[in-house]
Every structure is written in structure tokens, then in C-alpha cells.
């Protein structure tokens, strides 16, 4: 029983993903013109959750060695997964171009740092501290909305439709609830992998803002939206965290 509740709420941060797509669908015909500061909320949010999110854990639990080489591989698979796209015709619902490139990439970033999330919820239930497990479920669901809507961003960009966008918001989360499931039943394992696994998702986020992110936010001739965009994205994340303690 015990089991299937935490695997229920590594489900239930998964779905609240997929809030995040709601914000760019209301915006509608309004999004083209609030374009760069939607990229500018993707850089910020992206940014944040990297280093209050995924670093600063990593460096509380592991050695600078562990962190090291997790930060080391986490960029060289982002750089080796963008030269493949480049190289490859890569098309969603018969759209193409540098947004879907982009989109494939945010969607594949978030997917794997949705695993080790997972393991710090089944991890938390493991402790059997009181509401320990309730409270990382709900700080890791309240920041999964805005990286849900960094998913959705990029999609509408390369005028994908809202469906998509919700299903592959939630998508990206899909791993928590079996991290959460598989850390709950091997708690001493998989806490030995979580400096490494938390840094390779910081390395592999960081250089998707670096290398794709931000030039699609400040290239598209809206500096200032890009910048304030920048703002409320990493502002809303230090919100989250300075809130729930992260």
C-alpha cells in the first residue's frame, strides 16, 4: 500500500506539469507579440531550477568529484544531443524548424531531471520523517507548473497545438513516479546516486539555457521583454524555493 501511495504522488507532480501549458493557451493570438518574454520566463525558470533545484542539492549530498563529473556529462549529452538534431530532419505534427529543435531539446532536459526528482520523493517517504514526503511531493509539483509551461512555450512557438503541448508537458514528468517508486523499495542505492544524478540534470539544463534558451529569447528583437521575462521566470522559482524550503 505504502508503495502504491508514493507512486500515486510522484503521478500527481507529473500531472501538475502539465498545468504549466494553461498560461500560454490563454494568451493565444498574443503570445507571438509577448514572444520574447515567454523565452526570457523559459530562461529564468530553466536557470533557477538548475542551480537552487539540481546543484545546490547535488553539492549538499555528494563529494565536488561526484558533482564534477555529473556536471561534466550532463553538458556533454546536451551538446551531442543538439548536434544530432542539427543533423537530422526532426519534425512534430508536420512542423520543423529551430522551435521544434528547441522543443525536442527542453522536453528531453526536463524528462531526464524528472527522474532524480523521483528519487528525492521516494527517498522523502522512506525516511518515515512526519510530512517529510508530503512536503517535497508538494514543493517539486508547485515547481514543475512553470517548467511545464517552459515545454509549452517552445511548442506554441513552432505552432504545435495546446493538446500536444499539455500531454508532452506531462510526459516530462513521467519518470517521477517510477523514481519515486524504485527509491522508496532501494532508499541506500539510489541515495548514493543522487549527487551524480541531480548534477548531470544541472549540466544538461544550464547548457540548453546557454546554448539554445537564451539566444532565442534575447535574437528575436525584444530585449526588454526577453530581460523582464528573464526576471519573472527566475523570480517565480526563487519564490517556490525561498517557500518550500528547497
Not at 85 to 104: F, K, Q
Not at 113 to 120: K, N
Not at 183 to 210: K, Q
Request: glycine share 14%; net charge negative; no cysteine.
Amino acid at each position: 500500500m505504502d508503495l502504491l501511495v508514493v507512486a500515486l504522488a510522484g503521478l500527481g507532480t507529473a500531472l501538475a506539469t502539465g498545468l504549466g501549458a494553461l498560461p500560454v493557451w490563454w494568451l493565444g493570438d498574443r503570445a507571438e507579440l509577448l514572444r520574447p518574454a515567454l523565452w526570457g520566463v523559459t530562461v529564468g525558470v530553466m536557470s533557477v531550477a538548475s542551480v537552487v533545484g539540481l546543484l545546490e542539492p547535488a553539492l549538499d549530498a555528494g563529494s565536488a568529484g561526484e558533482v564534477g563529473a555529473g556536471l561534466a556529462v550532463g553538458v556533454a549529452f546536451l551538446l551531442a544531443s543538439r548536434a544530432l538534431l542539427e543533423r537530422r530532419h526532426v519534425t512534430i505534427a508536420g512542423h520543423d524548424g529551430p522551435g521544434v529543435r528547441t522543443g525536442v531539446l527542453v522536453f528531453g532536459v526536463l524528462l531526464v531531471h524528472s527522474l532524480p526528482e523521483g528519487f528525492a520523493i521516494g527517498t522523502a517517504y522512506a525516511s518515515e520523517t512526519a510530512g517529510l514526503g508530503l512536503y517535497v511531493i508538494l514543493a517539486i509539483a508547485l515547481q514543475n507548473i512553470p517548467e511545464g509551461t517552459s515545454v509549452a512555450i517552445p511548442m506554441d512557438a513552432a505552432g504545435i497545438g495546446r493538446a500536444r503541448q499539455f500531454w508532452a508537458a506531462v510526459a516530462t514528468s513521467v519518470p517521477q513516479p517510477v523514481g519515486a517508486a524504485v527509491a522508496y523499495l532501494l532508499v541506500a542505492e539510489i541515495e548514493a546516486l543522487l549527487p551524480f544524478s541531480f548534477a548531470f540534470a544541472a549540466g544538461a539544463m544550464l547548457s540548453l539555457v546557454a546554448v539554445e534558451l537564451a539566444p532565442q529569447a534575447f535574437a528575436r528583437g525584444g530585449r526588454r521583454l526577453a530581460a523582464a521575462g528573464t526576471a519573472l521566470g527566475a523570480a517565480t522559482m526563487v519564490a517556490l524555493a525561498l517557500a518550500f524550503g528547497v
